[in-house]
């Protein structure tokens, strides 16, 4: 007897065919209900932050205020007009609010601003201009320590980032939104390649331990940390001083990690929401997050309706007969993209790769996966037997064998 299962890739719904005996089940996603808006729950977080009465008791009029802004977070129009009304609120004039997004960002969510924030100021951080760059200190273990001068020369730096599991600094957000992503080019190659595929854990990795001390030498930014749900949803906001990380931690914890008892032979690992939001390195920490718990040269099956812009890394993977020496001509090329081709390296060293996307078939075999095109393809590779377990929003998940 097969239980019926839906599965949500991008915007649509797939019903599959599961033997409950063959189900693996994955414990510990957070499935709650969200049923306030982004802008509701950033309303909340802004007026109740951790560590602090009131945001609104900290400025004064005559504050210069820098917004550190991750631009691909769901809602981030509505979020940050909530936040830009709430420092409006206290009196703080809209030229004197500085948004800075992340180098080579795009920055169409400032046509989406209303006119009363016409006058707020935006800027992409470049890390190669010393002009735009000031020397702040010298931290505890030597490193001298050159950010983006907007934020330097800032009364309020308020950080409006995402908080996720990542490759480089076990989690990103807030802290790491400053260090390295806000630091001189130096000093963001000194990280290229420094990537991790274990699973993070209560001690912080160096990366964002040194982050930690900056983020203080700066002056104890103002954090907004958005927790996301399925898609493109929001499920949570969490405001407040530095202190105010670990409850974004834990946050992200409770709606992210998940353990299973046994390894799977095969996993299905869903993309849902806006495929235009869907990177390739969305697809690669999609693939490395079932490849940690898949069963050595075992089937993982990325399910998308996305088609990502492939990166210089992926088209040197696509120029490959073979994966063998990949890494080593990653680092002699050092593309802006060795991290998503670092991942999608590691989950089909030992595994058998699937990907249901709207990229052409060759384009998927060029990436050394098998192309799947709807549900039917997906069933026949159930119906072959083993094991499944279903990873929904892997690219968001963090899976544990236990």
């Known amino acids: ?224 940390q958005i927790i996301e749900g399925f898609g493109d949803t929001v499920a949570e906001v969490v405001a407040g001083l530095p202190e105010s990380i670990g409850s974004g931690i834990r946050s992200l914890e409770t709606r992210w990690r998940a353990k299973i008892r046994e390894s799977p032979d095969t996993i299905l690992a869903t993309i849902s929401g806006d495929p235009s939001r869907i990177s390739f390195l969305d697809l690669a920490k999609a693939a490395a997050t079932a490849a940690r718990v898949v069963r050595k040269g075992g089937r993982i099956a990325i399910l998308t309706r996305a088609s990502p812009q492939l990166g210089d890394g992926a088209q040197l993977l696509r120029s490959m007969d073979s994966l063998k020496g990949a890494r080593k001509r990653l680092a002699l090329q050092q593309p802006h993209d060795w991290l998503a081709c670092y991942l999608w390296a590691f989950a089909t060293r030992h595994n058998s790769l699937f990907l249901a996307s709207q990229y052409p078939d060759e384009v998927v075999e060029d990436l050394f996966a098998t192309p799947i095109r709807d549900p039917e393809e997906v069933q026949r590779l159930i119906d072959n037997g083993g094991t499944i377990l279903i990873v929904p929003d892997a690219h968001k998940t963090m899976v544990s064998l236990e």
């Not at 979020?79 to 009304?85: F, K, N």
């Not at 010393?130 to 800032?154: D, E, F, P, Q």
């Not at 995402?162 to 790491?176: K, M, Q």
Request: glycine share 4%; with cysteine; charged share 20%.
């Open 1 to 224: 007897m097969s239980d019926i299962t839906q599965l949500v890739v991008g915007t649509e719904k797939w019903l599959l065919r599961i033997p409950a005996e063959r189900h693996i089940a994955l414990e510990g996603l957070s499935q709650t209900a969200v049923t306030a808006s982004p802008a509701e729950l950033t309303r909340e977080a802004l007026e109740h932050p951790v560590g602090l009465v009131a945001l609104r008791q900290a400025l004064t009029p005559d504050d210069q205020v820098a917004i550190v802004l991750e631009p691909n977070l769901p809602a981030i129009s509505e979020i940050l007009q909530e936040v830009l009304a709430y420092l409006c609120s206290a009196d703080i004039q809209p030229a004197s609010i500085t948004i800075i997004t992340p180098p080579n960002s795009v920055q169409d969510w400032v046509d989406q601003l209303p006119e009363a924030f016409a006058d707020v100021r935006t800027e992409i951080h470049d890390p190669t201009d010393a002009s735009k760059l000031a020397y702040l200190a010298t931290t505890a273990a030597g490193r001298r320590l050159y950010l983006n001068r907007t934020l330097v020369n800032a009364d309020l730096v308020l950080l409006l980032t995402g908080r996720r599991f990542d490759p480089v600094t076990g989690y990103a957000g807030a802290e790491t939104a400053i260090f390295p992503a806000m630091t001189n080019e130096a000093t963001q190659k000194s990280f290229v390649g420094q990537y991790s595929t274990e699973v993070p854990g209560a001690e912080p990795w160096p990366v964002r331990a040194e982050a930690a001390e900056i983020m203080w030498l700066l002056g104890a930014p103002f954090l907004v």
